[in-house]
């Protein structure tokens, strides 16, 4: 789509793309951004079902259907919450503006946490090895990132900072000034890059054998990609005083303890022996 954009000889309006935030039914609008949870979410229950039949998988299709329910509910309630503790505290002052999900406002690592929680309960409750369960959750973590920012991209939200490459755009309520379409980054590397390693790796290679290696190959690729695009993206504006005072945003202050995590999930599966393809996972 970039290279498309890129021979516009002017800015491009994103008025003109004739972008709608959903589908009008007459008596409801099923939004995009409710579409693309739920095919995030349907497509990686789908893939883990396929994952759990490979060999050495540390989980079975119960498990995965426990997850999908409660992994749902850690990304509703953890994305807005995480939300309103990092990047709108106001919310906890009003209870109904909090739960106006409809609204906007979700946080990738609110929700990221609510999922290590509904992980760690479905684990414990199964007595399984939560980090090898990790494994298998972050391979599919991606689709959800790449129809979620395209969704924002659709919805004309969370655009970037004023730009004079050939791509910019104009948003809606952002101004007269073209900006970077920050929305598409971020689909690009949070979504499809991460599918492209996460995949391959899962099912060529023998990844899924060291425990630990793919959550932290995962969260290390996505701090990095998030890091890399905050310097494209516009700050919230309640927090853009913080940015100034810090050097960095605060999507970038958070990243940092996901690079450490991943970084250190990974360096320790590659320190400890890989499972045997024949051995169960009890062995793990």
Partial sequence: MLSLLAGASAPLMWEDLGLRP????????????SLAYMGGILLAYWHL?????????????????DLFFYCTLGIIIGGRLGYATFYQPSLWADPAALASLWHGGMSFHGGLLGVALAMGWVAWRGQLNLVRVSDYVAVNVGFGMLFGR????????????????????????AGPVPRHPSQLYEALLEGALMIAIMLPLFWKTRARWRPGLLVGIFLTGIALARFTVEFFREP??????????????????LTLPLLMLGAGLAIRAFMRPALGSAERDEAA
């Fill in 236 to 253: 919230d504006a309640q927090l853009a005083g913080f940015a100034m005072r810090t050097g960095l945003s605060m999507g970038q202050w």
């Fill in 150 to 173: 395209i969704a924002n991209f659709i919805n004309g939200e969370l655009w970037g900072r004023t730009s004079d490459v050939p791509w910019a755009m104009v948003f809606p309520g």
């Fill in 22 to 33: 959903g589908i009008d039914l007459g008596f409801f609008t099923l939004r995009f951004y």
């Fill in 49 to 65: 079902s396929r994952m759990v039949k490979a060999p050495g998988a540390p989980l079975a299709q119960r498990h995965v259907d």
